[in-house]
């Protein structure tokens, strides 16, 4: 069965520095990738996802993520980060055959400092 | 505008009393799935449908049930069994067959609080 650690329970940096939110995956067959993002009080919304191709992925608000699959990861990156991008951000990943049942981590809580 | 509905946003309940959460999606997906969210737990699954009239219980089920008469609406139910109801609720959707990638479409979720 495939699993997700996410490394990081919590990040604080300051506004406008660069950050990377580190997810790692096992699974022995081939996998998609997602990252949510979760603002206080409301539901999961689509930052990205890897399906295949190009291994580095863009997605809303000026995150990306890459993947790497010799290191099974999928860090989600983001150059400068603004107040706004305060948030709960979680890594998920499912099979792509078979039951395709959606593993969640444990969520990165990012802070973003003045 | 499509997207999937849950009602309510906040709700109390007395200890001993069973609760109903809604959950309303017309963006015509065939499964649907309830998790359950605590701080620091990340989301754990409670039930999942994949069809009208079949559901299968998730890693959580204990203390909940749930039904799925139509294909829009998938109602958790919490019961007077589950000993630690208090959690935000989130219900989810996403078509399934050929093609899927598996991506979940979230509602704003409910959070439901025992007195």
């Known amino acids: 069965a495939q699993s997700v650690t996410q490394l990081d329970s919590q990040v604080p940096v300051f506004e406008e520095a660069p950050v990377e939110l580190r997810c790692n995956y096992s699974s022995s067959v081939s996998v998609y990738l997602f990252w949510y993002v979760q603002y206080p009080n409301q539901g999961l919304q689509l930052l990205l996802k890897y399906l295949s191709g190009s291994t580095l992925v863009k997605g809303i608000n000026g995150f990306e993520a890459e993947f790497n699959k010799s290191q099974t990861s999928f860090h989600l990156r983001k150059p400068s980060v603004h107040i706004s991008d305060t948030a709960e951000y979680f890594c998920?990943?499912?099979?792509?055959?078979?039951?395709?049942?959606?593993?969640f981590g444990q969520g990165t809580r990012l802070t973003i400092n003045p | 505008d499509g997207g999937i509905t849950q009602s309510p946003k906040y709700l109390f309940r007395k200890e001993g009393q069973n609760v109903t959460l809604s959950c309303e999606q017309n963006?015509?997906?065939?499964?649907m799935y309830w998790y359950r969210q605590d701080p620091g737990q990340g989301l754990r699954l409670i039930y999942y449908?994949?069809?009208?009239?079949?559901?299968q219980k998730g890693d959580i089920a204990e203390g909940y049930s749930v039904s799925r008469e139509k294909k829009e609406s998938f109602p958790l139910t919490v019961t007077s069994a589950q000993k630690n109801p208090t959690a935000f609720y989130l219900c989810?959707?996403?078509?399934?067959?050929?093609?899927?990638?598996?991506?979940?479409?979230f509602g704003e979720g409910s959070r439901l609080t025992v007195l």
């Open positions: 449908s994949q069809i009208v009239n079949d559901f």
């Open positions: 998920a990943v499912t099979l792509t055959q078979g039951a395709q049942k959606l593993v």
């Open positions: 963006l015509n997906h065939d499964a």
């Open positions: 989810a959707s996403t078509p399934h067959g050929a093609g899927n990638t598996g991506e979940l479409f």
